[in-house]
């Protein structure tokens, strides 16, 4: 694996979360679980991925989102949130809001609407992304930062590609039945061991692949117990009020998720704009992800109590919301105006771009969507 080198701070922070991360695994008796690595890997006090503060959206970053792609995304999801609005309350909190862009274009985008937001929560554990927002949304008072969930909320609820970064399991089947990953040091490396599943997580393996049994030796996969119980802590914050939550994510339901070709899984790692599937190359400086069982997301939602409202691909939600509506707001006269937009919608939409492989899971509590939404509703395939 051929990847470019950090510089020397970069390194010496690396090396830092390793040792810190090999103690975490001496006390813990010689391995911790994949998840605990990929917690501390991403999310450790001032050394973990999303804590330290190197640059992570962007040309200087390791990837780029939908919001940075064009201001047009963030005008549709406007249009839905304006929908959630009105029957809840001016409210807007986003999940990991990167570098601002989503809430600027979405803020403005609703303000040009007549609908005014009396307050947008920013939920975001990552000091250099929160900075950036800072600056970025300095002429929207509205914005406030928080570091966890309210006790009671109404409105809406944005998070576009938070639940792939949530730490997962990783199972494997053997000839002696499903083991969970493990992480130990071995001759000064990170490497894999295997254990027996406990209680929670044979259970968690029941709930999300009914057919494991079925699969075939060797097969490796996620589990995603800490997104599951995410989306319990929405339900527990909308119990009294109204609204819905927008979830925007890569993924699959579950029986494409869970079939014989993908025997490897779907973890990867992104580093200055390279993906691979190394989670122990250098821990602190890559992000870490794993494709969204939406199938399990829809069912612990159902299970704490909210209804999905929709779940569709990328491309129906946002043609739903009318962003080829907005798109023509640009005269095609003007081609240095209108090419530009028109590449960037066409890689939103496009089925061979990120109009698939995205989707939406919209769920809430005594609100409706609007009629072309529900139109788009693909959630008989969860």
């Known amino acids: ?46 050394l973990g991925y999303y804590s330290g503060g190197a640059a992570k959206l962007g040309a200087s970053g390791d990837f780029t989102t939908a919001p940075e792609i064009s201001p047009l995304f963030g005008q549709a999801l406007a249009r839905a949130a304006a929908a959630i609005i009105a029957q809840s309350a001016p409210n807007i909190i986003e999940f990991g ?107 968690q393996l029941a709930r999300q692949i009914p057919d494991a049994e079925s699969l075939p030796e060797g097969y490796l996969s996620e589990l995603h117990p800490v997104a599951c119980g995410f989306m319990g802590s929405l339900a527990a914050m909308f ?64 299970d704490a109590g909210l209804e999905v409202l929709a779940y569709t691909n990328q491309s129906g939600f946002l043609l739903a919301c009318g962003i080829g509506e907005l798109l023509m707001r640009t005269d095609p006269e003007d081609a240095v105006l209108y090419l530009p937009q028109s590449k960037a919608v066409h890689k939103l939409v496009a089925p061979s771009e990120m109009g698939e492989l995205f989707k939406v899971l919209v769920v809430g509590k005594d609100v409706e969507l609007p009629d072309a939404i529900v139109r788009a509703d693909r959630s008989h395939r969860l």
Request: hydrophobic share 45%.
């Open 239 to 302: 119990e009294g009020g109204k609204g819905a939550a927008i979830l925007l994510d890569y993924g699959f339901p579950a029986h494409e998720f869970y079939v014989d070709q993908r025997t490897g899984g779907t973890l990867m790692c992104h580093y200055r704009h390279h993906s691979h599937p190394e989670p122990f190359f250098l821990p602190g400086l890559q992000d870490i992800t794993a494709h969204v069982d939406f199938t399990a997301m829809a069912l612990a939602a159902q």
């Open 97 to 203: 809001a990167g570098t601002g862009k989503l809430a600027r274009d979405v803020l403005t985008a609703l303000a040009e609407e007549g609908v005014q937001v009396e307050r947008y929560t920013i939920i975001e554990l990552s000091g250099e992304l929160r900075a950036r927002q800072q600056e970025a949304l300095k002429d929207f008072p509205q914005v406030e930062w928080r570091d966890g969930f309210p006790e009671a909320y109404q409105g809406v609820v944005l998070a576009n590609e938070v639940l792939d970064a949530m730490p997962v399991e990783l199972v494997i089947k053997t000839d002696s039945g499903w083991r969970r990953q493990m992480v130990t040091v071995e001759e000064g490396r990170f490497a894999y061991v295997q254990a027996e599943l406990d209680a929670a997580l044979a259970n």
């Open 1 to 46: 694996m051929s990847l470019p080198l950090p510089d020397s701070d970069a390194l010496a922070a690396s090396h830092a979360l390793q040792q810190e991360i090999a103690a975490a695994i001496q006390e813990a008796g010689g391995a911790i679980p994949f998840s605990r690595f990929m917690e501390l890997a991403l999310y450790a006090p001032r």
